[in-house]
């Protein structure tokens, strides 16, 4: 370890530390920022001699990353970054944590993942997705495509393993020969009218999608799974990781769900944060039975424009008891209002609660800054 | 229901991916409230349009989307939708959706792209993406308009083309301080995907060159949206002039 790196180490404990202390949040971003501002080459230095493996994509990062987190425990110690501080300095501080863990999995930006693939050289890079975040926020998902797409050139050696009914990825690994491409059976992607390759439209048909002009989405895959959404799909994909990283037998688990428990006024409260039109359609579409919680803000990092709501389909809340909040609770309630749902709307989350009857717990589908406000 | 409309959305796989839908959602919404039947349908780049709608929304979408639905809509639809706009059919167009329906538009490298030329309009490119809530003071609805912009078009009117509207937040067309185009058959604006959402006025305004009468028609939830939306557009126009600027536009044109 070098002068530089120890020094650089001893000042992050300080900052994490003095951030914890001012009641500034958990201090592992600003330890990790420091440490690297300190020691610029931390993270190759950090990285080095381990068998690392990054998850990136649009959704998902967190709980898969922690599965497969859990799933390399055979091989010994792990080194990760449940926290999903996911940039840089999170990256840096789950390093130095634990730097004798040989085995390594990190949640990774989708903007970091190229730089990420260059300073830390990992074996292996599972992908779970891509799609359409807030416009506003990241760029246009082509552009992430390209990046990572450019960034897995550099790095020919770095094994990939994706979801290939993903047109995004598919293209992202067109070129790249060590692929592990696992099949779900036929679905549609919001983003992906036009090839992200050569922008010819893409047709939609069963078994997959296809271009005609490049030929995008003719390969065949390495497996297909039964995956009945995104938490079957995301679970696979950290299993073929595991696979791949040497564990003999993986077992089936689920991704533990970025899914909080809260009692608020007598009652028992399921936190689930939906943060784009792709991850509102998941839960949607697996909505436990009993009241449903929509809250929905429009602040920064949540995407300042509302527009995406028309885009989900609401009908699975049909039969629920529906209760809107949330700063831009009436966008929601005029847009689930024409969707034919019918519901109240409440100033805030205790006032949305205290609306619903008592005796069943209660799904509240959050978006980011909502949920971060009360699961923190 | 004596009466049906039918609402035609182009090719929205390609262009009206950003909530576009709503649009059609909405317009159907309250035409059923007015006592008027309506049919959405959404036609793909490879089906040819309809030729005999009332209404046609045309959404938005990313450059090279706009440049595949343009190329589907080479020829034949474009005769249907300016056979449509003759007998008073109405073309909804929103952001890309607005820039194909003129003669010019950047493509994804800023290099220019052959519109439809059904509209005496010309888009390039401006230096920065420009992005955030907008508002216009709009002489057809008579009543401030609210939308959110995310594009980075320069779109300029020719032969005396009346806009939607005149900014009084962010900056629309970015050039002239308006937003949009209005002839008799097209209202077009760079409030980008449910516009009709946030304006149930400027959907009014849509029925009523249908000949359908909108006098009855109450949606609270929709008024109350709409005022929300106002309420924060005017107090965020007055904290810009507070701090002694406008939208970013005068600045970059």
Redesign the interface.
């Known amino acids: 370890m070098s002068l530089r790196l120890r020094l650089g180490l001893v000042a992050a404990a300080a900052a994490g530390t003095a951030s914890r202390l001012l009641g500034r949040g958990n201090g592992v971003a600003i330890a990790g920022r420091v440490l690297v501002a300190v020691a610029p080459s931390a993270l190759r230095e950090l990285a080095a001699g381990r068998r690392i493996v990054l998850v990136s994509g649009t959704n998902g990062k967190t709980s898969t990353t922690g599965l497969l987190a859990s799933l390399l425990a055979p091989l010994g110690p792990v080194s990760t970054n449940g926290t999903g501080a996911n940039l840089t300095g999170g990256i840096a501080a789950a390093l130095a944590a634990r730097p004798r863990a040989q085995t390594v999995a990190l949640e990774v930006d989708e903007m970091h993942l190229p730089l990420m693939l260059d300073a830390l050289q990992p074996q292996a890079v599972l992908l779970l997705n891509l799609s359409?975040d807030q416009?506003?926020r990241t760029q246009?998902v082509?552009v992430i495509a390209n990046r990572w797409r450019e960034a897995l050139d550099r790095h020919p050696e770095v094994h990939a393993i994706i979801d290939y009914e993903d047109p995004f990825l598919a293209y992202v690994t067109q070129a790249h020969e060590r692929t592990t491409r696992l099949g779900f059976g036929f679905r549609t992607h919001?983003?992906a009218?036009?090839c992200p390759g050569c922008?010819?439209?893409l047709t939609?048909q069963p078994p997959r999608y296809h271009c005609a002009q490049c030929g995008l989405g003719g390969r065949s895959v390495h497996r297909t799974e039964q995956a009945a959404g995104a938490v079957e799909r995301n679970a696979a994909l950290a299993r073929e990781a595991a696979r791949w990283m040497g564990v003999a037998d993986p077992p089936v688990d689920r991704t533990r769900d970025r899914v909080a428990s809260l009692r608020l006024a007598g009652r028992d409260l399921h936190l689930r944060l939906v943060k784009n039109p792709a991850s509102w359609t998941e839960a949607l579409a697996h909505l436990p039975a009993g009241p449903v919680v929509l809250a929905v803000n429009a602040r920064g990092v949540d995407g300042?424009?509302?527009?995406?709501?028309?885009?989900v389909d609401y009908t699975p809340l049909r039969g629920h008891d529906v209760v809107v909040t949330g700063e831009r609770r009436?966008?929601a309630?005029?847009?689930i209002?024409?969707?034919g749902v019918p519901h109240r709307v409440a100033a805030d989350l205790e006032q949305a609660v205290a609306a619903l009857p008592s005796d069943q717990a209660i799904t509240v589908l959050m978006s980011y800054t909502a949920y971060i406000a009360v699961a923190s | 229901m004596t009466r049906s409309i039918e609402i035609v959305v182009v090719h929205p796989e390609l262009l009206g991916t950003y909530g576009d839908g709503g649009n059609a959602e909405v317009l159907s919404h309250r035409a059923r409230l007015a006592g008027v039947d309506a049919v959405v349908h959404p036609v793909a780049h490879t089906e040819p349009l309809p030729s005999g709608a009332d209404v046609y929304c045309i959404g938005g979408g990313e450059d090279v989307a706009q440049i595949a639905c343009v190329q589907a809509l080479r020829g034949r639809g474009a005769d249907t939708l300016a056979a449509a706009m003759a007998r008073g059919a109405q073309v909804l167009a929103i952001c890309a959706g607005l820039q194909i329906l003129g003669d010019v538009f950047p493509g994804s490298r800023g290099e220019p792209v052959e519109g439809l030329s059904l509209l005496p309009v010309t888009t390039h490119r401006g230096v920065e993406r420009l992005i955030g809530e907008i508002a216009m003071r709009s002489p057809l609805t008579g009543t401030m308009l609210t939308g959110f912009e995310n594009h980075r078009g320069i779109t300029e009117l020719r032969d005396g083309l009346q806009p939607l509207g005149s900014m009084t937040l962010g900056n629309g067309n970015g050039i002239g301080a308006v937003d949009g185009v209005v002839t008799d058959s097209v209202i077009g604006t760079y409030m980008h995907g449910p516009a009709l959402a946030r304006n149930p006025e400027l959907a009014d305004v849509i029925l009523r060159r249908l000949g359908i009468d909108t006098t009855a028609v109450h949606d609270d939830a929709a008024v109350a949206f709409a005022a929300e939306r106002r309420a924060v557009a005017s107090s965020m126009a007055a904290q810009q002039q507070r701090r002694g600027r406008r939208g970013p536009s005068a600045r970059q044109w």
């Not at chain 1, 300042?304 to 885009?311: G, I, N, V, Y």
């Open positions: 359409r416009l506003h246009e082509r919001l983003d009218a036009c922008s010819h439209p939609w300042r424009d509302t527009s995406w709501l028309w885009d009436l966008d309630a005029y847009r209002g024409v969707a």
